[in-house]
């Protein structure tokens, strides 16, 4: 069975990206969240198998969305991606729970050696 994925991203051309790669290699986008409130309610919503979540967000960041997902269910798989090379970003992301970490630009390679890798 497909696995199912939420796209966490302010930026709607890199959700558009990321659902692209994900889609064409027979992954289904459960859906979409543009900042990481809006992740934290359409994963209570969604139950998604996956996350893929942006560290720089409006309204929360992407950081306090994946405790906050930790927090209501500590199962979850979430990557977390980001075009910031921070050291201590990654590091308080897979300390907070992160599974794995995708840097922009995306590389279609990468993000589905992420994504078998956390899922299957």
Known sequence: MAKNI????DAAFM?????????????NVAGE????AKAVEK???LKPDLVLMDITMPEMDGIQALKKIKASDPGALVIMCSAMGQQA??????QAGAKDFIV??????RVLEAVKKVVG
């Open 43 to 45: 994963y209570a919503e």
């Open 89 to 94: 970003m990654v590091i308080e992301a897979i």
């Open 104 to 109: 922009k630009p995306f590389q279609a390679e």
């Open 6 to 9: 939420l796209i966490c991203d």
């Open 33 to 36: 969240a543009e900042n990481g």
């Open 15 to 27: 959700r558009m990206m990321i659902k692209d790669i994900l889609t064409k290699n027979g992954y």
